[in-house]
């Protein structure tokens, strides 16, 4: 494939508010603000620094196919890992070359697919009309928002201290998240609580794509541990964990009911409202032993 895309989507030569920052931080940007305060006396002017959002063209063979609002960092995994949850390719090795490039209005990321692949592209091509992660945008039908997918056949196997390592030990493997507090992590983690691999976006979408895609073109199978994310669990996110064969995902935020019902459709085991105390268990097989709990009004 081609050569991993620049770190950044902003020109060193663009204006003093938007000049880059090193390379040790990608997909970031320097912004001058003003601190509003209480007292007007302690405003004062200061730089932080900024998460790069911009609009991502993604084409197939010269075919538009969608644009994504995402980091333009780790390009090359997204181009993997979208195409697998959008069902167009089966393995990385399906996508022969990849090409990102930066222009003024944003990025166009060129995927270069085997002349056998590219029948759904063009067919979704024609349906969809995204500019969004949301999965629904484009499709023209409810059986196909509600298409049935793989079963998930490995079985989770985490420990219920590796669930709690891994999220003590998320923090530290996000680096555009420390230095920005905008963008959503996507981790890959061992049964264990290992954490082998994160990948970061202003997208949660994008973000879990990013990681299914590293671990594809790695060669790293993601039913040998489970998947923890930043983010809201929404249906999508499910869907791609499905689609990935994990059987274990884990989200810091709240499932939807959609998220819920595709999981143990699925035979996803599903952990929300991951905390460093507790954990939301959202299918079965439940804790066994447990008592009832005492509900609190939110």
């Known amino acids: 494939m081609g050569q991993r895309p620049k770190a950044s989507a902003v020109s060193e030569s663009g204006p ?52 994504m609002m995402a980091t333009p960092t780790d390009l090359n995994d997204f181009a993997v890992g979208f195409s697998l949850s959008e069902h167009l ?32 592209v063009i067919e979704r091509a024609r349906q969809r009309l995204s500019e969004s992660g949301c999965g629904l945008c484009g499709l023209d039908s409810l059986e196909q928002v509600m298409r049935p997918l793989p079963p998930i056949t490995a079985r989770a196997t985490a420990t219920r201290s590796a669930l709690f390592t891994a999220l003590e030990g998320l923090r530290d493997h996000q680096p555009m998240n420390a230095a920005t507090g905008a963008v959503h992590g ?37 039913t040998t541990g489970f998947f923890l994310l930043t983010a809201r669990c929404s249906y999508e996110l499910v869907e791609k964990t499905i689609t990935a064969g994990c059987p274990l995902l884990v989200t810091i935020s709240a499932p939807t009911t959609l998220a819920v019902d595709r999981a143990r459709a699925h035979g996803l085991t599903l952990i929300a409202l991951a905390r460093r105390d507790a954990m939301l268990v959202t299918t079965p097989p439940f804790p066994s032993h447990q008592s009832k709990c005492v509900q609190r009004r939110t």
């Not at 089966?90 to 990025?107: F, K, M, N, R, Y």
Request: charged letters at 25%; hydrophobic letters at 40%.
């Open 16 to 67: 003093p508010s938007r000049r880059r920052m090193s390379e040790t931080e990608p997909g970031t940007v320097v912004g001058r603000l003003a601190r509003l305060t209480v007292d007007p006396a302690n405003d004062c002017e200061l730089t932080r620094p900024l998460a790069i959002e911009a609009p991502v063209a993604v084409e197939y063979n010269g075919i538009g196919y969608a644009v």
């Open 186 to 222: 996507a981790a890959f983690c061992t049964n264990d609580g290992a954490i082998q691999l994160v990948r970061e976006d202003v997208g949660r979408h994008n973000a879990l794509d990013k990681l299914i895609g590293a671990l594809a073109r790695r060669g790293t199978r993601p």
């Open 89 to 120: 390719i089966s393995a990385a090795s399906d996508v022969l070359a990849v090409d990102a490039i930066e222009q003024p209005e944003g990025w166009v990321l060129r995927i270069q697919l085997a002349a056998d692949r590219l029948e759904p």
